[in-house]
């Protein structure tokens, strides 16, 4: 099931679209946003996360957001003491919104220049 924007949706071409979305991403329950793929040297910990809102574009039946992740990964293995080592770590995702729907789905933007 893809979550639901409806107040980010409601919020387009407002000036409260940015602080509504990065709320409702917060918001969201570990494991929906595609971190796993973005973690380079652990495991992935999106219970606390920061969102940083890069653009937005109106693109007729979508609203595509480009948002960075601050989160950090779990490193197994490292630590001589009995907490793991965490790294703190950064993608970029874009957030696509269905505009009928408020249907959200997410993809992993390479990080690498084309």
């Known amino acids: 099931m893809m979550p639901r924007f409806n107040a980010a ?3 387009w071409n407002s000036s409260a679209f940015n602080e509504t979305l990065k709320s409702e991403l917060e918001a969201l329950p570990p494991g929906i946003l ?16 920061r969102i940083m809102l ?5 693109d007729q039946d ?13 490193l197994a293995g490292c630590s001589c003491g009995d907490q793991p080592m965490s790294l703190q770590s950064y993608c970029e995702l874009q957030v696509d919104i269905d505009k ?3 249907e959200a789905r997410f993809s992993l933007l390479d990080d690498e220049p084309s």
Do not use: H, W, Y
């Open 9 to 11: 949706l409601q919020d």
């Open 62 to 74: 979508c609203i595509q957001v480009k948002v960075g992740i601050f989160f950090n990964e779990i």
């Open 100 to 102: 009928r729907t408020a």
């Open 34 to 49: 595609p971190l796993l793929q973005a973690a380079s040297r652990g495991v992935p910990d999106d219970r606390e996360i």
């Open 54 to 58: 890069l653009d937005a574009v109106d």
